[in-house]
């Protein structure tokens, strides 16, 4: 790829003429962004990126951040004159106001949980001696920060109880730091491991220490939260001692994009090393005998085939969940001792359904199934027999699960759209479920109902959506109605409770979330169906949900808002530029917009499973199948778009806020020359991430602002109810993100 940069000049609006915008039916006047001539030649096709300075960090960029912050004032001129904001916030807020909790889990002859008491800006864990037992703190994030913004990002704990290694990230950001606490003394040892990303701690049985994986300290000029993170190595740390002195266990000079997930084998034995590249479930697998000091790694499992999910050993005979040669899932077994492929053993076959993950608790494998997206576990012994299923309360989605071989309980959680979360203790003797807590939300269930609807798409194939809303609902064309989807990385869209759906069903509003292809609801086939060049898949599906909501009288376009994030932001990206006529409006967040480019930041390069890569020179096909979709690159002058409301945050270094950037400014550039009166904001966090770890309070604000948008922009009469403040809120009081 060659490429030439010639810079221009920035001009921006004075902050008067900007914060004197008043919501009105001419087009608004956008900041102006300066354009720079800036081309790159991608197999013989010259690109133009007007807009490539907004790459840059806006916390070293003074030009990023002055259009960071123009942007933001004309997106909140336009949000705080909407009349309905505040009562949408306040219900948002009372709605938001319950305890949440998420299924305990027991280790080292404790029980643990995390609670929010219902407004706090981060979860609480507590630890108790019996289930039923007087809980005290184990962490409390929301004392490491006066405003949130400092989250608990992950924990391990040593079997014997005695310590925990816990995961701190600040602002959103991938990069944490770890430290270890004393459980019983409530204090933490002195060392912070620092430059840790993509990662678990695996102590090993003695609890003396664990294995990790970490990058190389960035040097002091980079551009800390946008560079490739390349070379992950895997260290073993031992607990009161400075990181200095950490051992490197395994490292790959010829190998820059291998990522090492350390686990160790239940009975202390082995160090299974998971290997991978991407984000494609498809692993190599080494081991290392922790009983012999002089032992090297073994390569079990030497190329990236297949998924090889280590679930358990016994002895010398490992156990895998795999899709090789089934891309729906099975479980196999491996004796170490003859490990060639001629002598693998399946225990449970592929089945009709997808198997999602597993566990092994209660000496069983505890599988969970998806069943056209909808949850399903099913018991089996260690050779294979199905014991029996576990019965739930509807149609949603269950998790947890988790334990030893030796536990003869186990606990999980279980939720869907109209249904609060409620956790359950499993006996694994008896197959008995009981209820331990059952949120309570102020609304009524029996007041909504969902289904499940399958539609053809393009090309014929047959998609699952599901469709919640309040009971009675008419079907005359003219429902409010929010369709979301996401169709990537194996990654399903499953039913489950959110407090932010709850709120647009109660507005009036109709949900959607449509199943799309390159998701993982049926197996790899349908993931790959939805990647690199079968990427419009994914599209199509989308487009042909739209059209089947407005087909079947439950919405029109002008009432049609749809809604994605990350993965999904591209989804709504792309849909948009390539049928604007379709919506009503749109709320893409934390996108992928610039597809040419997003491989050169942070974590992007992992993506090529899923996308392919643009300067790749064996493949040119993935260039213009990425040309003809990326959001960014598809936007026209000519066009009118749909009402679209940009959501990002300046911490985001999962996918860099310039991809947002980039495309508000072309948007907005389009928009003004078509003459389309709809208003492109973009919304930009400060002190925020990709989404993990977001404060309550952050998330709460988000959404009011996004509804707020659609309210205003679908032209919704909202009912005199809790949602205005004029049926029962009295103005006093509270994605799903």
């Known amino acids: 790829m060659t490429r030439r940069n010639t810079i221009g000049f920035v001009t921006f609006l004075s902050t008067a003429v900007l914060t004197g915008w008043l919501l009105a039916a001419n087009p608004l006047a956008y900041p102006d962004a300066k354009r720079i001539t800036q081309t790159d030649v991608y197999h013989g096709v010259t690109v133009a990126d007007p807009y490539r300075w907004l790459e840059d960090d806006a916390r070293t960029s003074t030009d990023v951040a002055d259009w960071v912050k123009a942007e933001n004032e004309v997106t909140f001129g336009y949000l705080n004159a909407i009349p309905q904001r505040d009562a949408i916030k306040s219900r948002l807020t009372a709605l938001w106001d319950y305890a949440k909790f998420n299924a305990p889990f027991k280790i080292g002859g404790r029980y643990y949980v995390a609670k929010n008491n219902g407004l706090q800006n981060q979860f609480v864990t507590y630890m108790m001696d019996k289930l039923d037992g007087e809980p005290k703190v184990l962490f409390d994030p929301n004392t490491w920060s006066p405003n949130g913004t400092i989250a608990l990002a992950g924990a391990s704990f040593s079997d014997d109880g005695k310590y925990v290694a816990y995961a701190k990230s600040q602002n959103g950001s991938d990069w944490e730091e770890y430290s270890i606490r004393d459980i019983k003394a409530g204090t933490d040892l002195p060392e912070i491991l620092k430059w840790v990303k993509f990662t678990n701690a695996a102590w090993t049985l003695d609890g003396k220490g664990f294995f990790y994986g970490r990058y190389d300290a960035p040097p002091p000029d980079a551009a800390t939260f946008q560079a490739v993170n390349k070379f992950q190595k895997l260290y073993y740390h031992m607990a009161g001692k400075p990181q200095a002195e950490d051992k490197l266990v395994y490292q790959r000079h010829d190998e820059p994009d291998w ?363 993935w260039f213009k199948a990425l040309y003809s979709y990326s959001p960014y690159h598809n936007i026209k002058e000519t066009a009118k778009y749909p009402p679209t409301l940009i959501t990002t945050a300046d911490t985001d270094d999962r996918v860099v806020p310039g991809h947002s950037f980039k495309f508000a400014a072309a948007m907005q550039r389009a928009q003004t020359a078509s003459g389309g009166e709809a208003p492109i904001l973009i919304r930009i966090e400060v002190q925020a991430g990709h989404g993990a770890g977001k404060p309550t309070a952050k998330i709460i604000e988000e959404v009011a602002d996004q509804f707020a948008f659609l309210v205003k922009n679908l032209d919704m009469k909202l009912p005199a109810s809790k949602t205005t403040g004029t049926g029962g809120a009295n103005g006093s009081v509270a994605p799903h993100n």
Request: hydrophobic share 35%; glycine share 10%; net charge negative.
């Open 259 to 621: 990522q090492f997930a350390p686990e160790v084998s239940e009975d202390g034995h082995y160090l299974i090393m998971t290997v991978s590249k991407g984000t494609d479930n498809k692993y190599r697998v080494f081991y290392q005998d922790l009983t012999n000091p002089n032992a090297q790694p073994v390569e079990l499992i030497d190329n990236f085939d297949a998924e090889y999910t280590f679930l358990g050993n016994d002895g010398p005979v490992f156990h895998f969940k795999t899709d090789l040669n089934a891309p729906r899932g099975r479980i196999i077994s491996i004796d170490t001792r003859k490990p060639a492929k001629e002598n693998w053993k399946e225990l449970v076959p592929e089945s009709s359904d997808t198997l999602e993950s597993v566990n092994m608790v209660g000496n069983m494998f505890v599988a969970s199934y998806l069943k056209d997206a909808v949850t399903a576990v099913r018991l089996f012994d260690v050779n294979g027999k199905h014991v029996r299923d576990v019965q739930f309360p509807g149609m949603g989605t269950a998790s947890g699960f988790g334990g030893k071989r030796v536990d003869t309980e186990t606990f999980y959680a279980f939720s869907s759209f109209a249904i609060p979360p409620s956790t359950y203790r499993y006996d694994m003797t008896t197959g008995q479920s009981t209820m331990l807590q059952q949120a309570k939300v102020d609304f009524d269930p029996k007041q909504y109902e969902t289904k499940q609807v399958f539609y053809d798409t393009k090309d014929g194939t047959k998609v699952p959506m599901f469709i919640c809303h309040k009971k009675g609902v008419v079907l005359d064309g003219n429902n409010p109605t929010l369709l979301y989807g996401y169709g990537g990385f194996n990654i399903p869209m499953v039913p489950g409770f959110a407090v932010s759906r709850l709120a647009w069903m109660e507005m009036g509003g109709v949900y959607a979330m449509a199943n799309l292809r390159g998701g993982g609801e049926y197996g790899e086939a349908w993931h790959k169906a939805g990647t690199k060049c079968n990427k419009q898949n994914v599209f199509d599906d989308f487009i042909w949900a739209a059209q089947w909501l407005i087909d079947n009288k439950y919405t029109s376009s002008k009432k049609l808002a749809i809604q994605g994030g990350s993965n999904g932001g591209l989804l709504i990206g792309a849909v948009e530029t390539q049928r604007p006529d379709l919506f009503g409006a749109c709320l893409p967040a934390v996108g992928v917009m610039d597809m040419l480019r997003f491989h050169k930041f942070t974590i992007g390069w992992a993506w090529v499973d899923d996308y392919g890569k643009s300067d790749d020179p064996e493949h040119p096909e």
